[in-house]
């Protein structure tokens, strides 16, 4: 039997939380053997060329399309990444393999010396790793991969093993990333939003003087098209942000702006004093720690607490998100530069992902989806999925990575965050374009937004991952019901069966999950 075979293979004597066609040429089974070919035998690359080493949030997303073909294996993808946390709590960005050379890709473990560099804050002395992080999908993943099969989950003591280290991260998050001081979670580096080269950043990184080009060897030009990827310019920039953190320690805190707050030396100190200069709340980044904080309380709750601290620690984030974020005006979350003091007025898709929460007033919702159809973003108008950037923004390029074209797990959260608010019609659509687009291009990293033409590398994991969510959503449920076979559905999961004991936190104005 083949490896894909085996992926597909079931226990008879287990029920399958998904029996999916497989018939030659399938979608389903065209994703699963993307997902076979990038395995590691312990994780998952995002793309063969590429990317060759295990990235944070891509694992997060694969888990949870990879439940639905392999539960054990899904588990499996959380725990390696999870072996590799810090003492600090942080889970780093990137997990290095050791079998790969360093010139494969950049910036790689001799940049980052995370065992060394890294040691006052716990870095691991086993496994190389980057000194930063990725947005915090991981509570979401492990609650729905133990949803896929809880007797596997159960009898592997998966949540139980996972639980700690999960807390041990949102503590981090909460407490050494508040760097604000007004509660959410702060990034340092724009790789840690994931959105990397997002105009978002344009202002935050003009401050920072980039490292001069003959200081790093570009390993991303050899696989994508150079006037698709960063410029060089920003680059030395991520590079320089990154060095002076690393050279710092890797310490956080002290960074405060505001009224009533304090400015102090900032992540890094010293030499890494330079990365207080990029300091900023994203709306992405902390509605995905929101949507993780309200798993968490699930985790807790089926290992026996009550998980109604999270719950409302949950519950005070979206407030916080909300009050520090929502611009009313332009009908969109947007980014908080700390150092520059207020809203950065480009906006992106990362204003759209806070659809994703339960507790969002039903107002923001409505003008979050009215700016979702509007000529911003002109999803199922003039586009099938949901642009990176602003339309009519002055930096929209339908090609360029993050400024403009379109992502597969943006518009995954986005589509979950619609189908939980009911709006089934616009959540229906997205679906579909995700299906039909993510087999069109070959799995593709992402697409232009107009035409669907794939854009960077091909065979992209999370576009395998999410695909099979979608297909598993629609696999014997009428379209738009919100409901799934399991409950794997976000909504179903997270908020509308807290025990009775809880809080409810689908306020009146919001949406149906608790």
């Not at 760097?179 to 105009?199: F, I, K, R, T, Y």
């Amino acid at each position: 039997m083949d490896r894909t075979a085996q992926l597909v293979a079931r226990p008879a004597e287990r029920p399958s939380v998904y029996d999916p066609t497989t018939s030659a040429g399938s979608p389903h089974l065209r994703a699963v053997e993307v997902l076979d070919g990038n395995w590691t035998g312990t994780s998952t690359v995002p793309s063969r060329g590429l990317y060759p080493h295990q990235w944070s949030w891509d694992s997060a997303f694969v888990a949870i399309g990879l439940r639905h073909v392999s539960p054990h294996r899904a588990q499996t993808e959380l725990e390696t990444l999870l072996a590799a946390q810090w003492g600090d709590g942080r889970i780093p960005h990137i997990v290095f393999n050791p079998s790969v050379p360093f010139d494969a890709y950049f910036p790689s473990p001799d940049f980052w010396r995370s065992s060394t560099a890294g040691r006052a804050a716990g870095a691991p002395r086993t496994v190389q790793t980057s000194g930063i992080v990725q947005p915090p999908v991981h509570a979401l993943a492990a609650w729905l991969v133990h949803r896929a099969d809880p007797g596997l989950s159960r009898a592997r003591g998966f949540l139980a093993r996972v639980y700690p280290r999960l807390a041990a991260w949102h503590r981090y998050l909460l407490h050494r990333r508040d760097l604000g001081g007004g509660g959410l979670a702060s990034v340092v580096h724009p790789w840690e939003q994931g959105m990397d080269n997002a105009p978002s950043w344009d202002a935050p990184l003009a401050r920072i003087t980039p490292a001069p080009a003959r200081s790093f060897r570009r390993a991303d030009l050899a696989h994508g098209a150079p006037r698709d990827r960063p410029t060089d310019l920003d680059y030395g920039r991520y590079v320089r942000l990154a060095t002076d953190y690393r050279d710092g320690g890797y310490r956080d805190g002290g960074y405060r702006d505001g009224p009533g707050g304090r400015r102090g030396a900032g992540p890094g100190g010293g030499r890494g004093a330079g990365t207080a200069a990029f300091a900023v709340e994203d709306p992405a980044f902390n509605a995905l720690l929101i949507a993780s904080e309200h798993a968490l309380a699930r985790i807790a709750r089926e290992l026996g607490a009550t998980g109604t601290a999270r719950h409302a620690r949950a519950e005070r984030l979206t407030a916080a998100l909300v009050d520090r974020l929502w611009d009313p005006a332009e009908g969109l979350f947007r980014c908080r530069d700390l150092r520059g003091g207020g809203l950065i007025r480009e906006g992106g898709v990362a204003g759209l992902v806070p659809l994703l929460l339960p507790g969002l007033p039903r107002a923001i919702v409505s003008a979050l989806v009215r700016t979702l159809r509007g000529p911003h973003f002109g999803v199922g108008v003039t586009t099938r999925l949901v642009p990176s950037y602003d339309l009519l923004g002055e930096s929209f390029d339908p090609h360029r990575y993050w400024r403009g074209p379109a992502w597969f797990n943006t518009a995954w959260l986005v589509e979950r965050g619609l189908r939980l608010h009911g709006e089934r019609a616009d959540a229906d659509a997205l679906r579909e374009a995700v299906l039909d687009l993510a087999d069109a291009s070959d799995f593709a990293e992402y697409v232009d937004p107009y035409t669907g033409e794939a854009c960077g590398a091909t065979g992209f994991s999370w576009t395998a991952a999410l695909m099979l969510d979608l297909l598993h959503d629609g696999e014997g449920v009428p379209p738009g019901t919100g409901s799934v076979p399991g409950g794997t559905d976000i909504g179903t999961d997270i908020g509308t069966d807290i025990d009775r004991g809880d809080r409810s936190f689908a306020s009146s104005e919001g949406g149906d999950r608790g």
